[in-house]
């Protein structure tokens, strides 16, 4: 197999690189490189700008309005984007729920949704969490009962990213109780702006409100809104966490925090020389640099078979153990390079300002956020001991 960039996508890198100079706003990417908040009017622009240009879908086919881009375009995109500061592309419709509408829905429901995915008219959220229902997501509780022309929803979904934006959710819900856990699953699309919806921020250990809880009292949605058919939801949750996970790798923002490492430690200083001469601390880079190679080799390998028409299988679970674990070295040799500088500041306030100023040099202030915001990598789109355990059935029969 060869990894190797071909001339016509060493151009095509190129013409990424020349858009993004040219349409990514500076000071949102500075925002961005800087570890800053990025607010919901950030993402809608950057996306809107993209659908503008014609790349609002970077991973969707042509007929759906994508760019009809195959992987590895995809990948270089993806990559580019981040080195640049841009923000990371909205998941929960681009690469969550719209791929499942395009795969399983039916043509109203592609006509309706897509389109508006696409400009950013609507923000999705990921309905599957429960508070007895995380890795173990078959034993979900939330129920939809028919009646009449309209499923009646009653749960509770906990850790919902973002949820405080979105006007869509969808959902996971048990539609029939008698059934096998696995086999009385429906996937419905859900209007947050429906009576008896209820979002309730969850405060993170930053301070940040990243996630949140959704209540659903009594919650009418159509029949027009259930994807597939009625029982079959989780053969369209185990798609969609495929891909949920070969994303979670996230290579390119690694790449992109691991430039920022270097250079925070060529900054700091260790007994008078600069952190990066230290050997200890040089040793623990270099490791981690070269996993993130090794990481980076195996993602063009799962992107190369994609190319073929494979859908992502169990090596999703590793790119997904191995990605997160990355992503949490380096934010963890991040806050060890400033030291006492790293104390707890939040993000949100040194964008809205701030009447004093934090100790130590600017680009210490978020260090601490981002370290104990990334402790979740590990656990969402299914916990890393859950993806061991896939590994070990599907590839060594274990």
């Known amino acids: 197999m060869d990894l190797r960039f071909t001339s016509e996508e060493l151009e095509f890198r190129a013409e990424v690189r020349r858009f993004l100079d040219a349409s990514l706003p500076k000071d949102l990417s500075a925002r961005v490189l800087g570890g800053l908040h990025v607010s919901r009017d950030d993402t809608v622009a950057w996306q809107r700008i993209l659908h503008a240009k014609g790349w609002g879908g970077p991973n969707w086919p042509v007929e759906f309005g994508g760019t009809g881009w195959d992987p590895v375009r995809q990948y270089v995109f993806e990559e580019e984007s981040a080195a640049a500061g841009a923000p990371r592309l909205?998941?929960?419709?681009?690469?969550?729920v719209g791929p499942v509408i395009m795969r399983f829905g039916n043509a109203a429901q592609q006509?309706?949704?897509?389109?508006?995915i696409l400009s950013a008219e609507d923000w999705w959220c990921q309905g599957y969490s429960e508070p007895g229902a995380g890795s173990d997501l078959a034993s979900l509780k939330t129920t939809a009962e028919r009646r009449g022309d309209h499923y009646v929803v009653n749960g509770q979904k906990t850790w919902i990213t973002l949820a405080q934006h979105a006007n869509w959710i969808f959902c996971l819900v048990r539609t029939d109780p008698a059934a096998k856990p696995q086999a009385g699953i429906s996937f419905l699309l859900v209007?947050?702006?429906?009576?008896?919806?209820?979002v309730r921020?969850?405060?993170?250990?930053?301070?940040?409100?990243?996630?949140n809880e959704v209540w659903l009292e009594d919650v009418l949605v159509p029949l027009e809104n259930l994807v597939g058919e009625e029982n079959k939801g989780w053969t369209y949750a185990k798609f969609l966490l495929g891909h949920e996970r070969t994303n979670i790798a996230g290579v390119g923002a690694a790449k992109r925090d691991l430039a920022r490492l270097k250079q925070v430690a060529g900054l700091e200083r260790k007994h008078g020389r600069p952190l990066l001469q230290d050997p200890l601390f040089a040793a623990r880079l270099?490791?981690?640099?070269?996993?993130?190679?090794?990481?980076?080799?195996?993602?063009l390998r799962v992107i190369s078979a994609e190319a073929e028409r494979r859908a992502p299988g169990p090596e999703a679970s590793i790119l997904k153990v191995k990605g997160t674990e990355i992503q949490q070295a380096i934010t963890e040799l991040l806050v060890q390079a400033v030291g006492p500088y790293a104390l707890p500041f939040r993000r949100e306030a040194l964008q809205a300002g701030f009447d004093?100023?934090?100790v130590g040099p600017a680009y210490a202030a978020p260090l601490a956020a981002t370290y104990c915001n990334m402790r979740k990598a590990s656990i969402f789109g299914g916990s890393n001991e859950i993806q061991k355990n896939i590994i070990a059935q599907m590839i060594l029969g274990l």
């Open 191 to 198: 209007d947050m702006r429906t009576p008896g919806v209820t």
């Open 356 to 358: 004093g100023e934090p």
């Open 286 to 299: 270099a490791q981690v640099e070269i996993e993130l190679m090794a990481l980076e080799v195996t993602n």
């Open 90 to 96: 909205l998941p929960f419709g681009l690469k969550m």
């Open 111 to 116: 006509r309706r949704f897509l389109p508006r």
């Open 201 to 211: 921020p969850i405060v993170m250990l930053d301070g940040g409100h990243e996630v």
